[in-house]
């Protein structure tokens, strides 16, 4: 998603931007492709999230509070 505050829907489509998300589960991915993702705040170090996503049994339903890594690059 765009390093900017705002709701970005889950969707998988190859001919547009798309986001998803993947469970990681008993050795299989789990690919969600439908939910929300809302960046709510970002600064130059920290970025809060929510997240609904649910796929195959695999649910999120949260928030969170992250600190950003300087890129090495």
Do not use: M
Request: proline content about 4%; some cysteine; hydrophobic content about 40%.
């Amino acid at each position: 998603v765009p390093r900017a505050v705002g709701e970005y829907p889950l969707s998988f489509d190859f001919t547009a931007d798309s986001q998803t998300v993947t469970f990681a589960k008993d050795a299989n991915n789990i690919i969600a492709s439908e939910g929300l993702l809302v960046v709510e705040a970002l600064s130059a170090t920290e970025v809060t999230i929510g997240l609904v996503a649910d796929a195959e049994g695999s649910t999120v339903n949260g928030r969170f509070t992250s600190t950003i890594c300087e890129s090495p690059f």
